[in-house]
């Protein structure tokens, strides 16, 4: 469906906007004539009006003026809503909202609407017409439905109820005119927006939707049998709430999915002798499951109105489909099935029996592990003749003890028989097949079952296996070897694999709930554009998921969570090719004690507004990242221990993960990467052995504490672009770079951080950046303590610059900024020095304990050039008064020189010879006092570069200079 606002409309509608409130007077209730526009779409006619929920809604005929002039189009039903109802959702607005929140790859939500608007004078929406009737047409025509057909009624009008409930609307409005029946055999709804109530804003309750539904399966129905599902569905629609009532439209569902009593269940079609009874007589004999329906009356057929249906559809005429109707009324008008006794179809539990493989009569097995060599005897001796892929069918010749003769390819030889297992024979095959479509526990047997067709499961199922090593379930048709939607699917102790070449997954699971135990899920193949479709376990829709001790291996995902819960513990994700989990949508949920490992990207991505957890994980060689963070997602990281990858965490977005004490080692790039508007908290976090520490770049502005960079390589900590956030109680140790670098317009708060022991400066301010330094302690660094360059003015307060290997405190080229406070002590150079361009002024300082006494030259004034070209000799600058600070020169200063990185190699710089007290000469300099703000003392060089080089006219008594070691 394609939504858009028409040419003319002055409020195009979006999801979560509102309709204009009608104004004092009237609408215009004229209707539109012959060749009118609305939108994109000419009115071919009029077809009246009727009034709903206080409002006018005017039928038209319409077609598309996109379409060539004379092109054959359908006819085309337009609607149009006077006035916009207010402060509600308008049905333009529900279809917008879920258009909006539909994710890639979803099934298309509503096929029969073209165009959804909304403008100041009214609501529109333009659909394709279908061929049916309404439920009330159907019934002013036709006595009450049977109660075989009410069934199926009450399946789909359910699944139409829960799609709704889980948008957050409800039905107050719903009557027999808006209930559709297709001649697509479809179950919906023909006017969503009456159904709603007419546009009240906050009606209905899911209770009073299921009551109001009760009371319209009643009016509609003859009345069924006592104990049979639809009678306990119509008691429990017409129950108090919390007397029975059920909770949801899915829990009133499963009333219909309970087996009947023995007493009430229908007899099944088949032929008996001339004594029984008629077909629509009780059978007392045995509690099987009806395999057909009794049939209904002949004279007033409905299966025009109710076959099977394959989508829950929505649109302006809005139609969900429901599969389970479809797969009800699949079952319900096949033919009746023979017999069977290898199944024990008289109980919910059913098992199947395996048997090893006979040669001959196309006797086949399957190569467990990863490769199987082919040996030319029946014993492990001999060179061997070929190394067999796993999941490789082999067709057996002969049978020597433990060894099995086979063919593989062009090449004979021999496999052992503890590494192979026998491929089940079609018999084997249909039996699990049949047993699944009833429902109930199925034990399987040692082998492996190749599906030709995709076991699609509609009732509460448990497939229990020998093991994982043990029972196989492969397909490779369709888009999944198992799949469930609305049910609980329980697997146990079994491989499921995807052996197909196309786009596929080994298990879908649409809402309902899933259970593993001890299971394998691997061999997912994507398409190119979605991934997901080729995961282990997709899980989609509102699904609930709780897996432990399990494998997750060679799919394109390990695990696809969307828009659901997953809840794994203690299991293994790896060698997928893009990554091991992915959450998106709303996922949520929490992964604990699970190993991730050699996933070719990410561990784990976390997407859209996904919030889960993961704890006490262990996530370690993957390609890119280890935790991958984007969209709004809100994520909590807590004990992880994530080793390798390019990034250990990204975080990007709007995300706002919290990661707390997880430990992080061997990044080749960074342990946390922040980018563009994440934010978040990051405590008590680990990182060693990484290029750079933690990295903030672009606008991303988290909040650091108490977490400890121990032996990166490069920078602890890096504030690039216009990064910002908060970095406090921080532990830097060892960094091969400087501690904290600071570039660009980043701008963070550093308080109470301690910087120590590494290669190079502690804290490193150049770009523009205006940081705020506060009570910071840098000790024990090889070089500086702190380094100012560049055009960056940053407040320096209370910091300790302690036993560095050269100065405590750096301000260099065209640097700024204010301070006070800070101390100084036992830096081998001195505590302070000031290297800055001659038209610079300078740091700001009050008392401080690095600044005081430390002098510059006062900022020199380019003279004026008497004659064009000519070049006058600068006037010497004259020293402020004692006692007030010194003014700006009234020219304006010479350009800055480019400003270098701190690792950057230095330009060569001619500078005045040093006198023998080691400071460049100068003729008559005036100084002046830094704590007063005044400059004064050494001349500069100019274009002097960053931190780590710096003129030869630099050194003092031989002390390190600023250039690294």
Known sequence: MTQRPPSDSTSPLSSGTQSQAPGPTSPDLTPLVPGDLAGDFRIVSFSGQEGIG??????????????????????????????????????????????????????????????????????????????????????AAHPPLPAQDGELLARGLLGVTAGLHGAGLHLPGLTPAQVWLGRDGSV?????????????????????????????????VQPAAPGTPLARLLDALSAPAGGGLPISAQ??????????????????????????????????????????????????????????????????????????????????????????????????????????????????????????????????????????????LLPVLSQKGEWYKVRYGKLTGWVSGGYVLPVLNRAEVETLTQAAAKGGRVT??????????PLELRWDTELIGQGREQTYLLGGSGESVLSSRDVRLTLQTLTVAWNGRTPGQAVRVERGTFVGQDIWLTGGVPDGAQQARGSGLWLQSGAQAQ????????????????????????????????????FSGQASGEMRGNLLDSNAEDGVVITGSASPTLADNHIKGSGQRGVSIGGAAAPTLQNNRIEGGQYSVSVGGQATPQLRGNALSSAAESGILYRAQAAGTAEKNTVTGSQTGIRIDESAAPTLRGNQLLQVRG??????????????????????????????????????????????????????????????????????????????????EQNALLDNGGYGLVFKEAAGGSGERNLCRNNRAGP?????????????????????????????????????????????????????????????????????????????????????????????????????????????????????QTPTSAPINAAPTDAAP
């Open 54 to 139: 206080g409002y006018t809604v005017q039928h038209y005929r319409a077609e598309d003026t996109r379409l060539e002039t004379g092109a054959a189009q359908e006819p085309l039903q337009l609607r149009r809503i006077l006035p916009p109802p207010p402060t509600t959702r308008t049905e333009a607005e529900w279809l917008a909202a879920v258009q909006e929140r539909a994710q890639a790859g979803e099934r298309r939500l509503f096929a029969d609407a073209l165009a959804a608007w909304s403008d100041a004078q009214a609501s529109f929406l333009v659909l394709r017409p279908r061929e049916g009737q309404s439920l009330q047409q159907y019934l």
């Open 547 to 582: 897996i432990s001790g399990s494998l997750f291996s060679r799919n394109a995902i390990g695990i696809s969570v969307e828009g659901s819960r997953l809840d794994l513990r203690d299991s293994q994700l790896g060698n997928n090719r893009f990554a091991g989990a992915v």
């Open 251 to 392: 829990a009133a569902l499963r009333l219909l999915d309970r087996p009947e009593p023995a007493a009430a269940a229908a007899v099944a079609a088949v032929p008996e002798p001339a004594s029984a009874a008629p077909a629509s007589a009780p059978h007392s004999a045995s509690p099987v499951p009806p395999t057909s329906p009794v049939p209904a009356p002949p004279h007033r057929p409905l299966w025009p109105w109710l076959l099977p249906v394959a989508g829950l559809l929505l649109g302006g005429i809005l139609y969900l489909g429901w599969p389970q109707l479809s797969q009800a009324l699949r079952e319900k008008t096949a033919a009746p099935a023979a017999p069977t006794t290898s199944a024990a179809s008289t109980t919910q539990t059913t098992r199947t029996t395996g048997t090893a493989p006979e040669p001959g009569n196309a006797a086949q097995l399957m190569t467990v592990p990863a490769t199987l060599n082919l040996r030319p005897s029946a014993d492990a001796s001999g060179t061997p003749l070929a190394a067999i892929p796993g999941r490789t």
């Open 832 to 948: 302070a020095k000031v290297q800055l361009y001659p038209s610079v002024f300078g740091p700001l300082f009050g008392r401080d304990g690095c600044m005081d006494g430390v002098t510059w030259p006062v900022p020199q004034a380019p003279a004026e050039s008497q004659n064009p070209g000519e070049s006058q000799p600068p006037t010497e600058p004259q020293a402020p008064a004692a006692s007030a600070p010194p003014t700006a020169p009234a020219a304006a200063p010479a350009p800055a020189a480019p400003v270098a990185p701190e690792s950057a190699p230095a330009p060569s710089v001619p500078s005045a010879a040093p006198t023998p007290g080691g400071e460049p000469s100068s003729a008559s300099p005036a100084t002046g006092s830094a704590a007063s703000g005044s400059p004064g003392g050494a001349s500069p060089a100019s274009n002097l570069p960053a931190d780590a």
């Open 715 to 796: 920078e602890g900590l890096s504030y690039s672009s216009a990064a910002g956030g908060q970095a406090s109680e921080n532990v830097v140790e060892g960094a091969g770079s400087s501690g904290i670098a600071l570039a660009g317009q980043a701008s963070p708060l550093l308080e109470g951080n301690r910087i120590s022991g590494g290669r190079q400066s502690g804290i490193v301010v150049q770009g523009q950046s205006q940081a705020q330094l506060r009570r910071n302690t840098v000790q024990g660094q090889a070089q500086h303590g702190v380094v100012v360059t560049g055009e960056a003015a940053p407040v320096l």
């Open 444 to 453: 399987l047997a040692r082998g492996v079952y190749l599906l030709n067709t």
């Open 188 to 220: 919906g709804l023909h006017d969503l927006w009456a159904a709603l109530g007419g546009g009240s804003a906050g009606a209905g309750s899911v209770g009073g939707d299921l009551r109001h539904l009760g009371e319209l399966l009643r009016g509609a």
